[in-house]
């Protein structure tokens, strides 16, 4: 029998606890405003954690010593939030759905994903191996292989491209084809790209953010927007393109994958899911 990942879900209080037991104050993808709390409030929000991790038996207090021990568990994960080097942030949005966070934490073999099930509650997994990852990326992100050899693929100037987005907002249909045919996409496909982009069924932004202590070193993102007909890649920080330049093709689950192998710097053939 497959055994489940151990999980925890912590309070935000109790994670501000066990961030603080560590001497962290940061994490990719939430914004810990508790730590520049005044000293009392902020004492308060300890003991108040500090009771909810005793009740659960996460933390033991020695009655003699009053010296406090975290469970090992907790302070293993929260630990790879808390000193990362690799962060992988996933936003998924489902059309009338809203969207969701999902931040893969990396520290040395270790990696945790971070999730919010509900406002102030955090559920921390560990993600066992690089096939473990690839599934639940797939689980997330419901886009079909693309086939790569001769697809459409062009680029633009990020400020050009918001220009381009904007009016697909504003209806001004006649500005964006223009645009997208000066940049090179065929005529043929500029309707498809237009309806993916004005009315999604599906979005997604990924960032892969490389960390040393509390500050991003390297970053390179994708957002894509699919519907029922097609799915397209803004891809920022490609290799061999201009950083102020996105590269944009119709973009697959394959190259969501591909884009996490280069990432962590594993080989192709660990791809085992592609």
């Given at each position: 029998m497959v055994q489940e990942p151990m999980e925890l879900i912590l309070s935000r209080a109790e994670l501000v606890y066990v961030l603080n037991a560590l001497q962290a104050?940061?994490?990719v993808g939430v914004e810990l405003t508790e730590f520049a709390?005044?000293?009392?409030?902020?004492?308060?929000?300890?003991?108040?954690?500090?009771q909810g991790l005793v009740s659960r038996s996460l933390l033991t207090v020695d009655?003699?010593?009053?010296?406090?021990?975290?469970?090992?568990?907790?302070?293993?994960?929260?630990?790879?939030?808390?000193?990362?080097?690799?962060?992988?942030?996933?936003?998924?949005?489902v059309?009338?759905?809203?969207?969701?966070?999902f931040v893969f934490n990396l520290y040395q073999d270790l990696m945790v994903e971070h999730t919010l099930p509900q406002?102030?509650?955090?559920r921390l997994v560990p993600i066992g191996a690089p096939e473990d990852l690839f599934a639940r990326v797939e689980s997330l992100v419901p886009l079909q292989p693309v086939r790569r050899k001769g697809r459409p693929l062009f680029t633009m100037a990020q400020s050009r491209f918001e220009r381009m987005r904007q009016g697909v907002q504003t209806k001004s249909a006649s500005e964006v084809m223009s645009i997208l045919v000066t940049a090179g996409l065929a005529e043929g496909l500029v309707s498809l790209f237009i309806q993916a982009l004005q009315n999604p069924l599906f979005t997604l932004s990924l960032a892969c953010l490389?960390?040393?202590?509390?500050?991003?070193?390297?970053?390179?993102?994708?957002?894509?927007?699919a519907?029922?007909?097609?799915?397209?890649?803004?891809?920022?920080?490609?290799?061999?393109?201009?950083?102020?330049?996105l590269l944009i093709f119709p973009t697959g689950i394959n190259d969501i994958q591909s884009a996490f192998v280069d990432w962590l710097g594993l080989e192709p053939e660990q791809l085992t899911s592609a």
């Open positions: 104050s940061r994490i709390w005044p000293q009392q409030q902020f004492d308060a929000l300890l003991r108040e954690a500090e009655a003699q010593s009053q010296r406090r021990l975290l469970a090992p568990e907790l302070v293993e994960m929260a630990g790879v939030l808390a000193f990362r080097s690799l962060a992988f942030a996933l936003i998924r949005g059309r009338d759905k809203g969207q969701q966070l406002e102030g509650m955090h490389e960390c040393e202590g509390n500050t991003v070193v390297a970053a390179s993102s994708v957002a894509v927007f519907d029922e007909q097609s799915s397209w890649g803004i891809w920022s920080g490609a290799a061999d393109v201009d950083p102020s330049r």
